[in-house]
């Protein structure tokens, strides 16, 4: 059995909003000694107590727009033991620190010293009766949230919650065991704006899919709930559920199954959970932002009432197939935060309850949501602002090696200069503003980008490959490009003359020539097309375009009566033969002359 211990924060003078609830969640990255009972790493226990100030200070500057940050999450795991409690408490006891607010951390593995000490900290409280102290054993360690609370007067006090179900690799052990607590804490008061009750709790990660007695934990808190407001002769809500993860496959079926059966109306009605906002906090999948295959994906989940499904958002996405890999929450509003790597997230929720009745009160449930950096990261994934998702999907496969030249064509002569040639235009491309990337991208594929960058796939990596094989091949031969994205993707120099260019890729050199003649960018002066097919054949020069005209003499200047007049039509197999054939940097340059003239 699992006990359900109420905490009264009204009678604490903590107060918080029903409308809008501004939270900072913490995604670190954290790095475990590989046995029990689990702790940071010794080497970086200190990155870990920078990353508890990181994500305070953001929270205390609260980029969201609100007063204050009522929420601060720390997943699981992610408080390096007492020092890391201790953080927090000093922390929250500094004067700037405002009142009424609520930090929530999973503290690494205790011994039962460790925890000991914990729990006879000042105003700290446990349920000791459910969690005796007699009860952990001295061979067994404590998996913990702490949750923080400070009050009116400026005291701040703290609740210790052990895990109730370990995960497979807290069971498969070898020499000692995570101790099970018995009770969950639910939080209750009084809105500060409204004459409502709210209520919220955490779970530990595995206790969302683990069980006992042939109850889910999220069932044991249910049931505790309905029989306080069976007693009162009502219902009660759940405001807010938070589940702190170290969690390497967030999006498993296992754990996104029992989402529905969380909020199924139908099953402890007294708990009314349609207003619910659940807040999935996880550790990152690595220490930098970018593609990560595991951890990451914090999320907010709420129900559709009142809400509306966002298109593209900044910054999240809905879930879904593109991120979650299925639609197993296709009937809830899931907001997923792309970036999976060390970060800070920063956000406003609203709460549905204070919407107008009817379509005039439909809104985004997430609002104002920003990405901080770790360590003074500088990465437009984490620019302590808003991240476009077109910006996210492209720095994220700028950070493929393979997509450079260099490691297409390994033994070429070129191959060192190709591959510096990259970099550079990497660095250049990462810091495109999100409407100069998607006009980048756009032109580089007649059939890609036709959705929204959550959806991009196969067809979108070639052709920014396509992209960057082109503008290296031309930064070898010293054309050294300036990407803009204005009109065309970029512009190089041929001695004192600039030339607009654009590298697109398609079915036929025709359609590719079609593709960028009805999307023609303003530009004076010289097009370079640089086209694609996808047997990458080179450029038949007797292929003209429905547009062209025969100019009456050679035009260096775009016509309004000719408007092709002023465009140099370049087959990119030409410009790959000439770079696999060159011996060195002159050879291809003059190679390439030939072409661009």
Known sequence: MVAVVEVDLEALGVRLPRGEVAMVVAQPHVVFVPQEPFTWAPAERQRALDSIDETLAVSRNCPHGAGKTHFTVFPECTLPGLDGVDRITAAMQAAEWPTETVVIGGVDGLTKDQFVELVQKPNTTYDAVGNRLDRVLAHQWVNCVVTWAKLQTGEVHSWVQPKLSPAWVELNVNCMSMYRGSSIY????????????????TLLCFDWIGAT?????????????????????????LTWLFVAQCNPAPSHPSFMSQVGLFFDPAQYPRVTRDETCLVMANVAGRGTPGQADKFGQSAVIVTPNRFL??????????GGV??????????????????????????????????????????????EPTVHPFNGTHDPRAPSGAVPAVVKWMNDELDEPSRSLATKYTNLPLTSAAGAAHERAVGELRKLEAEALGSTLNFASITACKGTPDEWKVGEVHALKHLLHT???????????????????????????????????????????????????????????ISRDEDNNPWDPRFKSIYDQVPDEPSTEAKFTQPTSAIIRVGYRDMLDAYRNAANEAELKEALDAKLS
Request: glycine share 10%; with cysteine; charged share 20%.
């Open 186 to 201: 639910v939080f209750k008061g009084i809105h500060s704006n409204a004459d409502a009750v709210y209520q919220f709790a």
């Open 213 to 237: 007695d042939a109850k889910r934990m999220w069932e044991w808190l249910l049931d505790g709930i309905a029989t306080r407001a069976r007693q009162l002769g009502g219902n009660l809500p």
């Open 309 to 318: 499904r966002p298109g593209c958002m900044p910054t999240y996405g809905n």
């Open 322 to 367: 593109s991120q979650r890999g299925a639609d197993i929450l296709e009937n809830f509003r899931d907001a997923v935060f792309r970036e999976r790597g060390a970060c800070i997230h920063s956000f406003l929720v609203i709460h549905p309850s204070t919407l107008p009745q009817g379509s005039a009160g439909r809104r985004i449930a997430l609002r």
């Open 471 to 529: 503008f290296s091949i031309l930064d070898v031969a010293h054309y050294p490009a300036t990407f803009h994205g204005n009109g065309a993707q970029a512009t190089i120099m041929k001695g004192e003359t600039s030339l607009e260019v654009i590298a697109v890729m398609g079915a036929s050199h025709e359609d590719c020539d079609k593709h960028v003649l009805n999307y023609l960018p303003a530009h004076r002066g010289q097009l370079v097309i």
